[in-house]
């Protein structure tokens, strides 16, 4: 009985990405896109990817610009991250292709 009730008087130190979307007033797509362009680091504990207090505090005081990357030709390339100068992963499969080659 006691246990319990230390338990839910310690702050918690880990968050889902649902509840760090809602702490950030951000989407899940949006958190997960902050991920994508390695701002906001996660944890990993098996599958379940999990976002530290102390991180959604930094990323909370950061002033991004743009979430998203900007639309070409009409469409959101979700999977690309221009922050980082990543190329798309079709274009990193077949740069694998040719240094194996």
Not at 2 to 20: C, F, G, H, K, V
């Amino acid at each position: 009985m006691e246990d319990t009730r230390i338990m839910n008087s310690l702050p918690r130190l880990l968050y889902t990405r649902r509840e760090a979307a809602e702490a950030l007033h951000l989407s899940d797509s949006s958190v997960d896109m902050l991920i994508t362009q390695r701002i906001l680091r996660p944890v990993r504990k098996g599958r379940r990817v999990l976002i530290a207090r102390a991180e959604i505090e930094r990323v909370a005081g950061l002033k991004v610009q743009r979430i998203w990357p900007a639309k070409v030709d009409g469409k959101t390339t979700r999977h690309f991250a221009p922050a980082l100068g990543k190329p798309p992963r079709a274009a990193q499969a077949e740069t694998r292709r040719k240094k194996t080659a």
